[in-house]
């Protein structure tokens, strides 16, 4: 059911007159969306040494995440479109509420599968199934949260305020990892991660519940759907200015306007899927604890945390600084993610292999945002919404089988697929160079 929104006797600002979404309600919505990426990054974190004692494929591990992620692209869409008319609150809690439940329900099953419980094949299958509520439901926060703020602030005021909001998920892949191995607790073990974060959930939708009035936004707005949270990834669709009244319009993904930004993005997103989920993998045989996967815990939040931080440094730093393009994000970006696959193919030790994850991470950082923004700076104001939503379901749809195809190849033969993602984005260097225009000069529509 639609929440009833509280009455507003007066009439309607003008943006001009829009006061401040208030700090605390801020820290709310910082939240919503930060416990989304932390909680899906530390499962990511501990996850590998969980299938190993487990005694399932790698494979089967990153599969789960498959389905989930097929789950977030084909929902998000409508989500967005709900969140317009049912109320941005009642769409935050829902996407809450199915992060929480299904946390839950994972760490459960998890707990029952390493306890003997369970087959480690069953406890895999029904852990996917859980997974799925978060990749049907989860997606209603991030573009309730994003047409929540935009609907009540001004251009300026919104503006920081989005800018805020998306840190919350580059926060969330940094704090994710790095708690994880303290949420290893007595009694509930390996499964504490996910149950700690499912607690902080509930938290989470109280303060939802009690602290965030529904009332009616000052401005109307339209919401983007939103990708799925991982490692060294953000939300594209905050990156659009999403307090605009104009109604969206038929967009085509073959408009040649797009095109090469939609494909350079999808075939980049394969690298970054393959590296992001390999990465735990990688840890365990390299430095050789697949006979101790508990031992793995540290490390492999090191490597993620590192990644993590190398985004933040890229997309608060790097790029503001030098003031790069969309096209020069995506070269430099594509080479970044060459060298560190490549070191992280040669890697022995921890430090090298947090050195090449850290390198790919950096390259993730900059290409991701290069190629949103080069789709956003080729159409015109109208077609905003359309392209969010493509953008947004090109990041996802690079997380359906990148990761499982990735992890794969790695149990074939470690070294194939790092030289495997170099080739990738080596081939997007040279495609980007030939065919994406020159930034901030948008393509005139073509016959």
């Known amino acids: 059911m639609p929440e009833t929104p509280v009455p507003d006797p007066s009439p309607r600002m003008?943006?001009?007159?829009?006061?401040?979404?208030?700090?605390?309600?801020?820290?709310?919505?910082?939240?919503?969306?930060?416990?989304?990426?932390?909680?899906?990054?530390?499962?990511?974190?501990?996850?590998?040494?969980?299938?190993?004692?487990?005694?399932?494929?790698?494979?089967?591990?990153?599969?789960?995440?498959?389905?989930?992620?097929?789950?977030?692209?084909?929902?998000?869409?409508?989500?967005?479109?709900?969140?317009?008319?049912?109320?941005?609150?009642?769409?935050?809690?829902?996407?809450?509420?199915?992060?929480?439940?299904?946390?839950?329900?994972?760490?459960?099953?998890?707990?029952?599968?390493?306890?003997?419980?369970?087959?480690?094949?069953?406890?895999?299958?029904?852990?996917?199934?859980?997974?799925?509520?978060?990749?049907?439901?989860?997606?209603?926060?991030?573009?309730?949260?994003?047409?929540?703020?935009?609907?009540?602030?001004?251009?300026?005021?919104?503006?920081?305020?989005?800018?805020?909001?998306?840190?919350?998920?580059?926060?969330?892949?940094?704090?994710?990892?790095?708690?994880a191995p303290f949420f290893i607790l007595p009694v509930v073990e390996d499964a504490g991660p996910m149950l700690v974060f499912a607690a902080i959930g509930f938290v989470v939708i109280a303060a939802l519940r009690f602290r965030l009035p529904s009332d009616d936004p000052r401005f109307a707005t339209r919401s983007f759907a939103s990708s799925e949270p991982f490692a060294s990834a953000a939300p594209s669709s905050l990156t659009a200015d999403p307090g605009g009244t104009v109604e969206r319009t038929r967009l085509r993904w073959l408009d040649p306007r797009i095109r090469n930004w939609l494909a350079v993005g999808l075939v980049g997103g394969h690298a970054q899927a393959i590296l992001s989920f390999v990465a735990g993998f990688l840890v365990l045989d390299r430095l050789g604890l697949r006979a101790a996967p508990t031992s793995a815990y540290e490390p492999t939040a090191l490597v993620l945390t590192v990644g993590a931080a190398a985004t933040l440094i890229a997309q608060w730093g790097i790029i503001p600084m030098l003031h790069m393009g969309p096209r020069a994000c995506i070269l430099s970006g594509m080479?970044?993610?060459?060298?560190?696959?490549?070191?992280?193919?040669?890697?022995?030790?921890?430090?090298?292999?947090?050195?090449?994850?850290?390198?790919?991470?950096?390259?993730?950082?900059?290409?991701?945002?290069?190629?949103?923004?080069?789709?956003?700076?080729?159409?015109?104001?109208?077609?905003?919404?359309?392209?969010?939503?493509?953008?947004?379901?090109?990041?996802?749809?690079?997380?359906?089988?990148g990761p499982s195809f990735g992890v794969y190849i790695y149990n074939q033969n470690s070294w194939s697929v790092f030289i495997l993602a170099a080739a990738i984005a080596a081939a997007v260097f040279v495609w980007g160079w030939a065919t994406l225009r020159v930034e901030g000069a948008p393509n005139h529509r073509s016959s």
């Open 335 to 401: 080479g970044f993610i060459a060298g560190g696959a490549l070191m992280m193919g040669a890697a022995d030790s921890l430090y090298e292999i947090c050195a090449g994850f850290g390198i790919a991470s950096l390259g993730f950082a900059l290409f991701r945002p290069g190629f949103t923004a080069g789709a956003s700076l080729a159409v015109d104001p109208e077609d905003q919404g359309a392209v969010a939503g493509m953008v947004a379901s090109v990041n996802g749809a690079a997380f359906i089988l």
């Open 14 to 179: 003008t943006e001009a007159e829009a006061p401040a979404i208030p700090t605390g309600r801020m820290a709310i919505l910082f939240m919503v969306m930060l416990i989304s990426a932390a909680g899906n990054t530390a499962m990511q974190s501990v996850l590998p040494a969980i299938g190993t004692q487990l005694g399932v494929a790698d494979y089967w591990i990153s599969a789960a995440f498959t389905w989930s992620a097929l789950l977030w692209v084909i929902t998000a869409p409508r989500w967005a479109r709900l969140s317009d008319r049912r109320g941005r609150k009642a769409l935050m809690t829902l996407g809450v509420t199915a992060f929480s439940i299904s946390m839950l329900c994972c760490g459960l099953v998890l707990f029952a599968g390493l306890n003997g419980l369970m087959t480690g094949g069953v406890t895999l299958i029904v852990f996917a199934l859980f997974r799925s509520i978060f990749g049907g439901f989860g997606s209603a926060a991030p573009p309730a949260v994003q047409a929540y703020v935009a609907a009540r602030t001004d251009r300026e005021q919104r503006t920081r305020s989005l800018s805020l909001i998306a840190s919350s998920f580059g926060l969330g892949t940094i704090i994710g990892p790095f708690l």
